[in-house]
């Protein structure tokens, strides 16, 4: 099982990334799917997650309204766009998958991927 994340970089506050995440060895039409972050001294936070179908989604309360997840299925990819980013919003951004299918502690999340750096300047 591999997930394999891009897309970060380094931005100044107020601008956009989208972040991607491709999925090989599993179904990956019936994982939900998940993105997290983690700041240097913090523990990994949720940040958002989509169901298999990408009709449902759940996202943490320092994200709404400014970061989108969604999936293309037919790719084994979900996406995390990100708009109006704060340099809070700095960290090493990971995508996760799980059964069952909305999931938001770390913990119940069986694949992980490599991590890509975001960078945001103030």
């Known amino acids: 099982v591999q997930l394999q994340a891009s897309g970060g970089g380094l931005v100044q506050a107020g601008g956009s990334l989208r972040l991607s995440c491709r999925a090989s060895?599993?179904?990956?039409?019936?994982?939900?799917m998940g993105w997290f972050r983690q700041a240097p001294g913090n523990e990994r936070a949720f940040v958002a997650v989509?169901?298999?179908?990408?009709?449902?989604?759940v996202y943490a309360d320092s994200v709404k309204g400014r970061f989108t997840i969604s999936r293309d299925n037919a790719k084994n990819t979900v996406y995390l766009q990100m708009n109006s980013l704060k340099p809070e919003d700095t960290a090493i951004y990971y995508c996760?998958?799980?059964?069952?299918?909305?999931?938001?502690?770390?913990?119940?999340?069986?694949?992980w991927g490599q991590g890509t750096q975001v960078t945001v300047s103030s």
């Open positions: 989509i169901n298999d179908s990408g009709l449902s989604t």
């Open positions: 996760a998958a799980a059964l069952p299918l909305l999931r938001v502690p770390p913990d119940d999340y069986k694949y």
């Open positions: 060895g599993i179904t990956f039409s019936r994982y939900g």
